[in-house]
């Protein structure tokens, strides 16, 4: 532009970008800048989703009228989160008798909004498919319990095996943070 001014020196360079969030400041020093610059501004981050799941890696036996550790979460942070539960148990035996896939706190403080629990009918040498989700509320990080409870003997089955679960059905869990 070739402007000049007497006592006052145009900025050569300007500053920044500032990080995500900074508030603006004006400066007091001499130099002044041109009208014709943009000090630009970064990318806002990308929220964060946390995730965590996990399936079986081996058959889990449930002993009658026991309740059983099916599979623990990975540690889930404070804040609200989406629990999918599922799992498929199989009575291999002559006896109906009722099962439940249920959650409970670990090692997270916690309360629940929703159901925690899931039950069914065990007919005698065949499966049921159990699965429910709620919320989980979690006010110091920790883990959380998938378990089952069969009135009799029954195996909570990882996918694939023996032809009862399948890859579209794994015993297992799904937690997604919502807030």
Do not use: R
Request: charged letters at 5%; proline letters at 6%; hydrophobic letters at 50%.
């Amino acid at each position: 532009m070739g402007v000049s001014s007497p006592g006052i020196s145009f900025a050569t360079t300007v500053t920044g970008p500032d990080a995500y969030g900074a508030a603006p400041v004006v400066g007091t020093d001499l130099t002044v800048a041109h009208g014709a610059h943009d000090h630009g501004l970064p990318a806002a981050p990308a929220p964060v989703l946390p995730y965590a799941g996990a399936t079986l890696i081996a058959d889990v036996a449930i002993a009658a009228a026991t309740a059983t550790t099916i599979i623990t979460t990975a540690t889930l942070g404070v804040g609200k989160w989406l629990i999918i539960a599922q799992a498929e148990i199989l009575n291999g035996g002559t006896t109906a008798g009722d099962c439940e896939l249920y959650v409970v706190a670990g090692t997270a403080v916690l309360g629940f909004v929703g159901p925690t629990s899931a039950d069914a009918l065990l007919p005698a040498s065949a499966s049921a498919q159990l699965t429910f989700s709620t919320i989980a509320v979690i006010s110091t990080a920790g883990t959380l319990v998938i378990g089952a409870y069969s009135a009799v003997a029954a195996t909570a089955k990882l996918n694939a095996t023996a032809g009862f679960a399948t890859a579209t059905y794994p015993t297992g869990y799904t937690a997604v943070q919502i807030a």
